[in-house]
């Protein structure tokens, strides 16, 4: 069993920073991608930005510029880093990765459980 957990959300201002962390733990081979999601109120869950694990990365329009997406393969941990953050912003932000586990042939996604951001104008 894979569990994610994210750590990092909370309030801040427009223009401010926010900066969101992923652990992945449990029976863990090996992880492939890993990402950031993110659904707004009456929204469908979008893509934020992507990582593969020899650090090739992804972004939406919307991140382009101002977030970045690192990773720690060692600690089977992502990040992402939100600069001149905006109201729209507003949303839950979920992790998302391709676990390969010990008692699996492939991998499956796992998501954490989502962290709330909000940007106030």
Known sequence: ??????SGGGLAQA???LR?????SGSIVSIGAMGWYRQAPG???ELVATITS???TNYADSAKGRFT?????AKNSVYLQMNSLKPE???VY????GVLTIAALRRYDYWGQGTQVTVSS
């Open 1 to 6: 069993q894979v569990q994610l957990v994210e």
């Open 15 to 17: 223009g401010g920073s």
């Open 20 to 24: 969101l962390s992923c652990a992945a």
């Open 43 to 45: 929204k469908q869950r």
């Open 54 to 56: 020899g650090g090739n």
């Open 69 to 73: 997406i690192s990773r720690d393969n």
């Open 89 to 91: 912003d507003t949303a």
């Open 94 to 97: 979920y992790c998302n990765a």
